[in-house]
């Protein structure tokens, strides 16, 4: 079984910060992307920013130059540091991992239980 863990949402003014974190647990033999979706009420759930083993991130369009991705590999932990909060990142985030639970299967996606992050002043 794995298991994927958020912390650290919560409610932040207008232009504050927050860092997301995210620990996968389990049989894992590798988590590969890592990152993070989040769901606005009435809305998609959407791409907010994901990060290969390798190094290489993604980000949406909307994020960019405000949130940062990063992990770490040996604790199958991914972080999201957003700063310059706005109203529209409201949402709820979630972890998302592939993860093979050896190498010879493919992977499978997790998704965490979901953080709420509320910007208002």
């Known amino acids: 079984q794995v298991q994927l863990v958020e912390s650290g949402g919560g409610l932040v003014q207008p232009g504050g910060s927050l860092r997301l974190s995210c620990a996968a647990s389990?049989?894992?033999?590798?988590?590969?992307?890592m990152g993070w979706y989040r769901q606005a009420p009435g809305k998609h759930r959407e791409l907010v920013a994901t990060?290969?083993?390798?190094?290489?991130?993604n980000y949406a369009d909307s994020v960019k130059g405000r949130f940062n991705i990063s992990r770490d590999n040996a604790k199958n932990t991914v972080y999201l540091q957003m700063n310059s909060l706005k109203p529209e990142d409201t949402a709820v985030y979630y972890c998302y991992a592939a993860v093979k639970k050896n190498r010879y299967t493919r992977e499978y996606d997790y998704w965490g239980q979901g953080t709420q992050v509320t910007v208002s002043s």
């Open positions: 389990g049989s894992i033999f590798s988590a590969n992307p």
């Open positions: 990060m290969t083993s390798g190094g290489r991130r």
